[in-house]
């Protein structure tokens, strides 16, 4: 586990102690689960994407030399 220090405001550590007192767990307990929460959400919704085109282009056939080549071009540094 990271230690790392933040700064928030009086009414969001109000909050935040109301909050450590009914669950009765550390204010650091609740702005973790509150991270990690947000965040896997975040990644769900990265995973879903990534699923839906899976394996989208996977009965294609192309030669990278005559479609990637072409474009890339134009950001050779030398010619």
Do not use: H
């Not at 700064?7 to 307990?29: A, F």
């Not at 991270?35 to 919704?45: I, N, P």
């Amino acid at each position: 586990m990271k230690r790392i220090q933040i700064y928030i405001d009086e009414e969001t550590y109000e909050n935040l102690r109301r909050e450590s007192r009914r669950k009765g767990v550390s204010i650091s307990e609740i702005i973790r689960e509150s991270v990690q929460k947000k965040m896997s959400g975040k990644m769900d919704k990265m995973l879903r994407a990534t699923d839906s085109v899976s394996g989208l282009w996977k009965d294609r056939r192309f030669d990278v030399d005559e479609f990637i080549r072409p474009a890339r071009k134009d950001r050779r540094i030398c010619s």
